[in-house]
């Protein structure tokens, strides 16, 4: 499969964005509709990954469970992500 000129270009800013997240000490947001059907991921600088979820009020975050080490390799071969840690 070819990928555009602009899809490549938006995978390169979104590698930026995943660092000078990083860097700035804040998790990544992921979107996994297979493990996370109702949240999101949170990806740490440490290589971790949080299940999480908003609260009823739809403002609160809540930390469901960490993913395991095959679930995060699910994710990061899904997502096309690096493995390796940034702390």
């Known amino acids: 499969m070819m990928r ?3 899809e490549i270009r938006l995978n390169e800013s979104v590698k930026r964005l995943r660092l000078e ?6 998790p990544f947001m992921l979107v996994d509709n ?3 059907p109702d949240g999101f ?3 740490y600088s ?5 299940l999480m979820k908003l609260g ?3 403002q609160t975050i809540i930390e469901v469970r960490s993913l395991n080490s095959t ?3 699910q994710v990061r071969n899904r997502h096309g992500l ?4 940034y702390a």
Do not use: C, L, P, V
């Open 4 to 6: 555009t000129e602009e």
């Open 21 to 26: 997240t990083f860097e700035k000490g804040y």
């Open 34 to 36: 297979e493990i996370a």
């Open 41 to 43: 991921i949170n990806e």
């Open 46 to 50: 440490d290589g971790s990954m949080k």
């Open 56 to 58: 009823a009020d739809n």
């Open 71 to 73: 679930e995060i390799n």
């Open 82 to 85: 690096r493995q390796f840690h």
